[in-house]
């Protein structure tokens, strides 16, 4: 809905910050370096070209121009060095003057002033270092007044609100929600966000997929993701273990794992669980469980009795630590037993640094050493 503005004023809005700037009044002159304007034209020939000649007119000199197609004509986002003392008025009434629609005009930093196949580059390198930022990052690509992340059930995407509010999946049962009050989206800003979410899908699939462990034995070790399918290898694996070896894991006496937990060990709600695979046999079982409340993630290994003391325990737990960082982890934490190091040592082949937790003898925390997949 629109607002009435006081008599010689035009609301003027922030494209590539959160928070636009809402009003400058008429006798407001060029004290910045640069302006970014705004301007929807009819994509008709020449009227670009009317448009710079105006802005000559005004000793303004055009520094960048990008071009944003919507429908029934262009986006142009002219970049320029305004005349000393320019009103800002004077160059809407300029731009109304061959017939269009000046929607923004903005102070400009000339640090940003880079072409748009950079600067969606740049984004696309901040989101693969810090994949727990991607919502800064599309923020910052849509010139999004607020985006949130979702479960994937609650994104509805049909619901546009006139193009103020977009959805993006992002593949894992969760979506980003964008919302832009001051403009609509358009659909080449759209796409560049879909692509940087497809690219972020792809590094996390990348990441999370299997990989072959490199043994001096040639033994074939694979670590992979639990599905279902594995039930039958898991409950063999625990039935193999010692009842100390499952003391350790679950700190209760038991000699097998009861069916109704196999799914859940597999398929944790939240969470991940990692198998060690050798031939037809899991070997070793890791689990990486965020917390509901934002604090650490808790990680659990198990490993067969006579596959312990392999490097089965630490290739789980580095593993799990690079799956931690891709879900925007940046602690994890496991208890142990009193007495019990094993985990301790593990943790610090891995090179995570573990510290017990003040008052809490049993429980390890290790702070992640690097934000980077």
Not at 181 to 209: H, I, K, Q, Y
Request: overall charge neutral; proline content about 7%; charged content about 25%.
């Amino acid at each position: 809905m629109g607002r009435q503005q006081p008599a010689g004023t035009v609301e003027v809005m922030e494209t590539y910050r959160v928070r636009p700037t809402l009003v400058h009044s008429a006798e407001e002159t060029a004290s910045a370096s640069a302006w970014r304007v705004r301007i929807r034209v009819d994509d008709r020939p020449g009227t670009l070209a009317r448009i710079a000649i105006r802005l000559a007119d005004l000793e303004c000199n055009i520094l960048g121009l990008s071009v944003l197609p919507v429908p029934g004509g262009v986006l142009d986002e002219i970049v320029l060095r305004p005349a000393t003392g320019l009103p800002k008025q004077l160059l809407i009434d300029a731009i109304r003057d061959e017939g269009c629609e000046c929607s923004a005009v903005v102070d400009a930093d000339l640090a940003e002033l880079v072409d748009p196949a950079t600067a969606t580059l740049t984004a696309a390198k901040r989101a693969v270092e810090e994949p727990g930022g991607l919502a800064e990052v599309l923020r910052g690509v849509l010139a999004a007044d607020v985006v949130t992340k979702v479960p994937s059930i609650e994104a509805n995407p049909a619901r546009t609100e006139g193009g103020h509010r977009a959805v993006f999946p992002v593949g894992d049962g969760t979506a980003f929600v964008a919302r832009r009050r001051w403009s609509p989206f358009v659909e080449l800003e759209l796409s560049r966000a879909v692509a940087l979410t497809g690219l972020m899908t792809a590094v996390r699939d990348n990441v999370t997929g299997p990989i072959v462990l490199d043994r001096p034995d040639g033994a074939a070790i694979v670590l992979r993701t639990g599905v279902p399918g594995d039930a039958e290898a898991v409950s063999a694996l625990h039935q193999r273990c010692s009842m100390t070896t499952l003391f350790h894991r679950y700190h209760t006496g038991m000699r097998a794992v009861p069916r109704r937990w196999l799914h859940r060990l597999l398929m944790p709600p939240r969470g991940i669980s990692l198998l060690a695979v050798c031939g037809r046999e899991v070997i070793g079982l890791g689990q990486l469980i965020p917390s509901a409340d934002g604090d650490a993630a808790e990680v659990s290994l198990l490993v067969e009795d006579s596959w312990q003391r392999q490097g089965i325990g630490t290739a789980l737990l580095t593993r799990l630590a690079v799956l931690a960082v891709t879900k925007g982890e940046r602690e994890l934490a496991a208890v142990c037993l009193p007495g019990d190091d094993s985990l301790y040592r593990t943790a610090t082949r891995v090179g995570l640094r573990p510290e017990r937790a003040p008052g809490d003898p049993g429980t390890l925390r290790f702070r992640l050493p690097d934000s980077r997949v």
